[in-house]
DNA sequence: CATGAATGAGGATTCATTCAT
DNA sequence: AATGAATGAATCCTCATTCAT
């Protein structure tokens, strides 16, 4: 190890590389495939036919279905927290224009990768064994408390927000009518004869979800 | 069968009153199955199991495993429909007291049947497909939409509502935060350390949820 | 069950007579293929094909290839146990004569069905692991014992047998004696180009062992 | 090649020097595992990462599993030839003497190294394979017949052995009674609850063996 | 109506072996 | 000589469904 020279480092990193692509493209069928058909319903045969490589390297890599499902849990909260971090929120607004951008940025993502509304039904069918037992997700997701907590900060200091609204119970708001309208929007769509992911659905509901949110915090007059 | 007795009929009775018993008894453990594994992660043989009758038994009712879950979802809705029929709201209260008397109903309806959300979710990893074809369920679910625009409507005629909260919008609103504490539970507990079943939290939450959409069809003095 | 008739009856037990000829069949089956090839080298799906079911049949009455390997194991051992008791030595004889049709016996069982002598060596690769969890066998094993104790005690008494040799260190000769040739009869002719399974070779061993067997007993003039 | 320096000679010494060490390092390793879980049940990669090297290595130096095997068998049979052409017998004894020594050493190198039985167990249920294909094996293992032989032929010049007895069935005798208690050791411990590797048994059975092999050529007042 | 036996297609997993570097 | 990645042919096992009685 000592002696490589920078070609064969180079080596070393095209085959790295290469070996990263495989497992991303593993992962990427695998999450459409079980957000599709449940992680039961679910085929091995079907994800390793639609990836690049065998259905071997699914458990060189994985090691079982269980562990490729875990790397997928895995790859989707890790991108929706990359997504919220890149959401910056202008400073110097007021906590009414921050929380409707902070609503906002989280009704797009979900509208915009329904996979990830699906993947944690599957989850929740399955008994959150997967969060269950990663402590790298939990402490993925307390950072976005802070936020909400800081723009409930903000409105308060400002007197335009209630004092008695926890941010999680916000954030359960927020979550609920975000993630319902992906996660449940087959049913709601089948039953009722609309399409809530059509554009004009999408924007009504954007707007009536940032509208209930605010009305969360809002002060009353009773 | 043109001659029979009277006893004959007598018997023929029992033996339905039976069948139908059979019937429900094999749809309740399927429900539960099903709900706990998913559609496909459900086991025939484990259903089978847990019922006072046969696998064979399954079959001659059901036709096959997706039969069966046909019946299992008419079920569920049906009863959900019973629920909301029999929850009489005083007619004489204010649209406010109704909403909130209406949203208090559902809220307390999925807490005390998780079962019911835990099955819609399976039947949107499923994308709805036995909705899909059962236009009785579709028929069940519109009166409880009349049910709401009677109580927006009343809301307006006060001067106490909103008058451009469509009744569609907010049966999504009440559906997403009651039903999203049942089917999506597993997940915020295990990320945020709380269980939304307990005591403390369902009382917290039952209270946020009146509050939020009540806050959605008040008047804003802005 | 308390009304069947006797039609009723003999219909169960027909099906339960199939039943267990399907399962003798597969254990059959499982036995020369397991002798042959080695637990681990014997193929669940080469054993279904030689059988007269499908492969399923061996997971729905041995759960696993290892459920069958037990099955196996408690069969062929239970066979030999029945092959013991059903070998009368004349009560009447000198004891040097029992113990010669004792050993005698025992040699042309093993000639007989190698595959018992097979099997015990997989079971020792695999950690004598079928054995040490049954109880069934090792009570099925210590008659014997008392059997050769029986030999000893007339010989002793007899005055023609030694008084330090131990019912278990004669059983060891006459099992080593008796099943190695089976166990290792393969590399044993390879090496030295005999075939110790021949009549000639079959017969000269059978005295050699005798005498040998006979020779540990035996006072000696020293 | 042709024009190599005393150098490159040097290096290319120390090159086989090396690729000798890790060659017997996996056959050391392949024995363990063959061993223990036989050939079928051996895995290539578990045989790998007990080695200083990696699993290409095994095929560039032994071609396939089978190759290995090969390799296994031979090297454990040069092993105990060596021990055998080590193991002096005082030329001066009487034959008696030279038997039990012999039956001694043959005794005492098979409980020291029990893989070499648990391997011919397993070359065994392979029919002999490897040794059907080795001239060689078969030249190794003809001088302990004259060893055998030669010590019959004294002890019947000294008119204290039997005529009658050949070689290779006296080999047979002390080869069954020496190898069966490792060969099979693991079932007869299970069944009769002993275990023959403890210091005593082995102290016994050392003794029991030696007084049977000599009972064999004992002459008999009949 | 009822039951245990039977089936075939499929589904997850493994493993000896090879390849690219 | 050395290594991790890759493969395809098995291999064990499961499951919805049907059959015989």
């Not at 849990?73 to 110097?92: F, G, L, T, V």
């Not at 999408?202 to 707007?207: A, C, G, L, M, N």
């Amino acid at each position: 190890m000592s002696k490589s020279t920078s070609a064969e480092l180079k080596k070393e990193n095209l085959r790295d590389i290469a070996a990263e692509r495989t497992k991303q493209d593993i992962i990427q069928v695998a999450t459409e495939e079980i957000a599709t058909h449940g992680l039961t319903g679910a085929r091995v045969d079907e994800i390793a036919k639609r990836t690049s490589t065998s259905k071997a390297m699914i458990y060189y890599y994985f090691g079982s279905k269980n562990g490729l499902y875990l790397a997928v849990m895995d790859n989707i909260y890790a991108n929706i927290r990359k997504a919220e971090e890149s959401a910056h929120i202008a400073p110097d607004a007021t906590a009414s224009a921050m929380l409707r951008a902070y609503v906002e940025n989280t009704f797009d993502y979900h509208a915009e990768y329904p996979l990830f509304a699906r993947m944690i039904s599957i989850e929740n069918i399955h008994n959150a064994s997967f969060l269950k037992q990663s402590i790298k997700i939990k402490d993925m997701n307390r950072p976005l408390l802070l936020t909400i907590k800081s723009i409930l900060d903000r409105g308060i200091a400002e007197g335009t927000f209630r004092k008695d609204v926890k941010p999680l119970e916000l954030h359960y708001v927020i979550s609920a009518l975000c993630i319902f309208r992906i996660s449940n929007g087959q049913t709601f769509g089948a039953i009722f004869d609309v399409d809530l992911h059509s554009a004009p659905w999408r924007k009504r509901q954007r707007k009536l979800v940032v509208e209930a949110v605010l009305g969360v915090v809002a002060k009353r007059g009773d």
